[in-house]
């Protein structure tokens, strides 16, 4: 490959990880991009996990065989079939010495002296490849992975130059690989609230708004659970804003513990002592059997006097459900019916008929000073 193609074949990978939104696709483009530049037929990222002992597989793609999966979820290897993730890479590579990327063969090493892997070899057999090169991935001067790049029996064998363009295809992989990280940390400070480590109000915006176009393109059942955490005032100007803020936290575990009963649900803190779950998929019915263990356990701690919770959901009789807003509306409506009357149980929308009150309070208008919609949520309301 000449210089200019494998240039042009550098800037590919290196645009293609930083196009990347998820971690997921940054590693698809760097073996994508690793395999293209090498004229490979098959490429692998994998990690090396340290406190597990073990390489895990992130990405296969090119011409995967049989149990090879694309993102697979369990294909890990442990550490002592591949020594040279903690030997040759940590002792030559991290600490600057050559060779760095080394090629092996069905018959055996080829290039680089970093010590004959039979594991490797034997794995080159069984799936039909002729030859592979290996490339360590350092990110801030450790160990982080290697990259594969093989080819199929019967293509050219890598040679040394071959080799050395893998480390230089490693290092662009590095670096892709710390930015897609910076971004993932950033985006899930932006979407965490700092406290509890729950949700914030933002990710709660995006994700319902995106469970209410489910719902309305494919029927999808959205059920919403708002929260208010009584006594929370009390306890901060009785006993500091720090014991109110381990309440906080201890009911967010809480939260999050009830949430776990309810597939994918998001557990969130609103802001201030209000609190939700954004429920997608499940039923009703066990929407409701969650926040009414919610309320049981809120009830039993120690600092707080219970939580008024307020349960809506799409497969409840409230009518048509065409905006995040409405929902909100409705949750937090029969959150308020659970202040107002003490309830140590959800109230939720709907279940009281063709005239619920809950229901007429979250439909009534106008808004505003005296408004029946007491109680707005800190932000945005969807």
């Known amino acids: 490959m000449g210089e200019d193609r494998r240039l042009a074949a550098v800037v590919a990978l290196a645009q293609g990880m930083a196009a990347a939104h998820t971690p997921r696709e ?14 490979g037929s098959f490429a692998a990222l994998s990690v090396w996990e340290r406190e597990l002992g073990r390489l895990r597989v992130l990405v296969n793609v090119g011409d995967r065989k049989q149990g090879e999966e694309e993102f697979p979820g369990d294909e890990a290897y ?21 060779p760095n990327a080394w090629v092996e063969t069905a018959d055996g090493l080829s290039a680089g002296h970093p010590g004959y892997c039979h594991q490797r070899v034997a794995a080159l057999r069984r799936r039909g490849r002729g030859c592979c090169v290996v490339a360590p991935i350092v990110l801030n001067g450790r160990a982080w992975g290697e990259l594969y790049v093989a080819r199929s029996v019967g293509d050219p064998v890598f040679d040394r ?3 050395d363009f893998a480390t230089v295809l490693a290092s662009v992989v590095a670096a892709g690989i710390a930015q897609s990280e910076r971004l993932e940390e950033a985006r899930r400070l932006a979407f965490t609230d700092a406290l509890t480590g729950l949700a914030n109000r933002r990710a709660v915006d995006v994700r319902l708004e995106e469970a ?3 719902h309305r393109d494919q029927g999808a059942v959205v059920s919403l659970v708002v929260c208010d955490l009584n006594g929370l005032k009390r306890v901060n100007d009785t006993r500091g804003h720090a014991v109110g803020d381990r309440l906080l936290e201890r009911f967010g575990s809480v939260l999050s513990l009830c949430g776990a009963m309810l597939p994918g649900a998001l557990a969130a803190r609103l802001g201030g002592d209000e609190f939700c779950l954004l429920v997608v998929g499940s039923p009703a019915d066990d929407v ?5 263990e919610l309320c049981r356990r809120a009830g039993e701690l120690e600092l707080g006097e219970g939580v008024a919770c307020g349960v809506a959901s799409t497969e409840d009789e409230i009518g048509a459900v065409r905006s995040a807003r409405r929902l909100f509306r409705l949750a937090d409506a029969a959150q308020y019916q659970a202040k107002a009357v003490r309830s140590d149980r959800p109230v939720v929308a709907g279940r009281e008929g063709p005239d619920d009150p809950v229901v007429r309070l979250a439909d009534a208008e106008p808004f505003g000073e005296g408004a029946v919609e007491r109680r707005r949520f800190r932000g945005r309301v969807p």
């Open 212 to 214: 209410i176009e489910r």
């Open 26 to 39: 940054s590693w698809r483009a760097a073996a994508l991009g690793a395999c293209r530049a090498l004229a």
């Open 288 to 292: 409701v059997k969650a926040a009414d």
């Open 78 to 98: 442990p550490v002592h079939q591949f020594p040279e993730i903690t030997e040759f890479l940590h002792e030559r590579w991290a600490s600057g010495g050559e």
């Open 161 to 163: 130059g071959d080799a």
